[in-house]
T-cell receptor
């Protein structure tokens, strides 16, 4: 089966610029996650969708980060304006359903963002 | 709040030696626990989950609710096991239902 697709793979921007990342989850997966992974740290959950609704966005810096999943399929994550500390790998993951049991999360390759 | 702690950032063993990667969690309820692995230049992928009680690539992990631990073990490490390993917890109820939280990760290096 096709995996989780993310683009772009790499992005370099200057601070205060804006950037957007795109994710296409596995077909039929209702749950979609965006994670931020700073070098040397574990993935940190930014936002979690169930279909097109937000389940958890408690760790999303809402003054600069936004995410949407309008039709319950693809999702975009935006940063505006970017700061140096936003340099990280942004991971998208999807799972069949929200609850427990058969809920393995499948990950994309990630987008490596460098803010200079 | 749910939290996952992996106390060892780096772990080095020789080929054929036993290996144990530690994971402790904090969660008020019955969570679902996972181990994910990331090999060099590959995406993060599931290694095993506690519900399945399975052995994958010789690795096993037992959920110990009393000690709130989910340590990953393998009796004889192989060089191809060298990778980054993440312990993860999925909330099973309340406000954390379905929330997937990761530990900081442990880099395992298996020397020949």
């Amino acid at each position: 089966e096709a995996g989780v697709a993310q683009s772009p793979r790499y992005k370099i921007i200057e601070k205060r610029q804006s950037v957007a990342f795109w994710c296409n989850p596995i077909s039929g997966h209702a749950t979609l996650y965006w994670y931020q992974q700073i070098l040397g740290q574990g993935p940190k959950l930014l936002i979690q969708f169930q279909n097109n609704g937000v389940v958890d966005d408690s760790q999303l810096p809402k003054d600069r980060f936004s995410a949407e999943r309008l039709k319950g399929v693809d999702s975009t994550l935006k940063i505006q304006p970017a700061k140096l500390e936003d340099s990280a790998v942004y991971l998208c993951a999807s799972s069949f359903k929200l609850g427990t049991g058969n809920t393995e999360a499948f990950f994309g390759q990630g987008t490596r963002l460098t803010v200079v | 709040a749910q939290r996952v702690t992996q106390p060892e950032k780096l772990l080095s063993v020789f080929k054929g030696a036993p290996v144990e990667l530690k994971c402790n969690y904090s969660y008020s309820g019955s969570p679902e626990l996972f181990w994910y692995v990331q090999y060099s230049r590959q995406r993060l992928q599931l290694l095993l989950r506690h519900i399945s009680r399975e052995s994958i690539k010789g690795f096993t992990a037992d959920l110990n609710k009393g000690e709130t631990s989910f340590h990953l073990k393998k009796p004889f490490a192989q060089e191809e096991d060298s990778a980054m390993y993440y312990c993860a917890l999925k909330g099973a109820g309340g406000t954390s239902y379905g929330k997937l939280t990761f530990g900081q990760g442990t880099i395992l290096t298996v020397h020949p």
